[in-house]
């Protein structure tokens, strides 16, 4: 499954790696929107609410799971590109070792945290005990979760975003059946559709396992290679660490300011609610894009291509604000069509048009800081994704937000505006930090070679 994405047109590697990953991305959305479809049809309002809040749990773990992997994906593109067959399959065995540990640990002490994790949610009393089924059976299952995640992160950091589609693509059809069965036919309620949630991904992980033992991963994976090695794991964690924070801030963040929404009026909330599913859409492509950058210049760097590393930087710098521009002039237009889609209620209709129009620009200026920080995190200097994310969300976003809901009580528009405007600051921070290591390394032209 190894494939050296080091030589070729840039542009259309980008392409070809970008694509599935891509079509992951938007079936790992689709998958996550089944159980609160099926459970609209078959259940009550607060069998409803107990998936929703369980979900978002979820949610928040599931990218801080895939930020941690980030590390093993550019660890494992370094060693393809330098074609360090011993390194690769180090890392191989030790990401399974680390990550294993981590879901064993991660699994006892969630379910021993249900009950203060529903409180901290502030779940309604009707929701509690559906909330608790919920997330005690998806906790129970997180091993599955964690080995699909890692799965695909060390595929892809072997050059293979195929497979990883492939994959996701078989947990949603399993999904899409097991909810039907628990919940439309047995009717289980949130316990049905954590149920469904947990068996799909251990559908996938088993197919997945299946198919890498049926083609092999090019690569030869022994007992020592899984014994714990401090320097590859502190490596990986040095990468993937401060890029799970970030990704654990930035659903705080959101959660903070449906909180924000919610203080403003049910008509209100109702808008940002559906407007942030139409972002999580619309945002496929940047986040898309910075994993790709990842993948794509650990292996390059690996190879010591590190002016093929800054032009890719370059390619999904142009395609992402490409994109961003053209979507975000369109929404301008057709803003509550597009709410239309999700309800009847005009005035929900009229504040989320007006939310939308200030918030999709972020998909034009964040896209710059995404792909940004993939370049940044293959080189190991994620801790810098990590840093303007964190300013922005801390100095803009969350205050700007708050502000705009204060003093524009009439209109969203200025409250979707605090997106656009922390992440402009976040790319204000990535290009000062892309000039200062570019002259750091002189002739290099790249950020160094970090270990």
């Known amino acids: 499954m190894e494939k050296n994405l080091t030589s070729g047109s840039v542009f259309r590697t980008i392409l070809s790696f970008s694509l599935p990953y891509l079509l992951s991305y938007f079936l790992q959305t689709l998958y996550g929107m089944a159980d609160l479809f099926f459970i609209g049809q078959f259940e009550g309002v607060d069998s409803i609410t107990a998936v929703s809040i369980g979900s978002q749990v979820m949610h928040m773990l599931t990218v801080m799971i895939v930020g941690l992997a980030m590390g093993s994906t550019v660890i494992i593109g370094r060693a393809v590109g330098a074609k360090q067959q011993e390194q690769l399959s180090a890392a191989v065995g030790n990401t399974i070792t680390l990550f294993m540990g981590i879901s064993v640990v991660a699994t006892g002490v969630l379910i021993c945290l249900v009950g203060p994790i529903v409180g901290v949610m502030s779940t309604p009393a009707a929701a509690v005990t559906g ?68 068996l799909a991904q251990t559908i996938s992980v088993l197919f997945a396992l299946a198919a890498i033992r049926r083609r092999g991963m090019g690569l030869t994976v022994r007992r020592e290679h899984f014994k714990p090695k401090a320097k590859t794991m502190c490596q990986m964690l040095k990468i993937g660490l401060p890029v799970s924070l970030q990704d654990g801030l930035i659903q705080i963040a959101f959660i903070v300011i449906t909180v924000i929404a919610n203080r403003r009026g049910l008509n209100d909330a109702a808008a940002v609610g559906i407007v942030e599913k139409v972002i999580g859409i619309v945002f496929l492509v940047p986040s898309t894009m910075l994993s790709t950058v990842s993948a794509l210049s650990a292996q390059n760097i690996g190879a010591g291509k590190h002016k093929r590393a800054a032009l890719t930087l370059r390619y999904a710098l142009l395609i992402t604000m490409g994109f961003g521009l053209v979507v975000s002039v369109a929404v301008q237009l057709v803003s509550e069509p597009v709410i239309r889609l999700f309800t009847s209620d005009r005035l929900v209709i009229t504040m989320g048009g007006q939310y939308l129009r200030g918030y999709i620009w972020d998909c034009l200026v964040a896209g710059i800081h995404f792909s940004f920080s993939g370049y940044f995190c293959a080189y190991g200097w994620s801790g810098i994704s990590f840093l303007h994310n964190f300013l922005s969300i801390v100095f803009v976003r969350i205050p700007g937000a708050y502000l705009a809901s204060r003093y524009f009580a009439d209109t969203l528009f200025p409250m979707g505006l605090a997106a656009p405007g922390g992440s402009l600051l976040s790319v204000l921070i990535c290009l000062a930090a892309f000039a200062w290591l570019q002259r750091r390394n002189g002739s290099q032209g790249a950020c160094g070679h970090q270990a």
């Open 131 to 198: 909330t608790k089924q919920y997330l005690n059976i998806c906790f129970a299952g997180i091993p599955f979760i964690t080995a699909y995640n890692i799965i695909s992160s060390m595929l892809r950091g072997m050059g293979d975003s195929k497979s990883p589609m492939y994959f996701i693509g078989v947990a949603c059809v399993a999904n899409l059946l097991l909810d039907f069965l628990f919940i439309g036919v047995l009717r289980l309620g949130p316990a049905g559709a954590a149920l469904g949630t947990t």
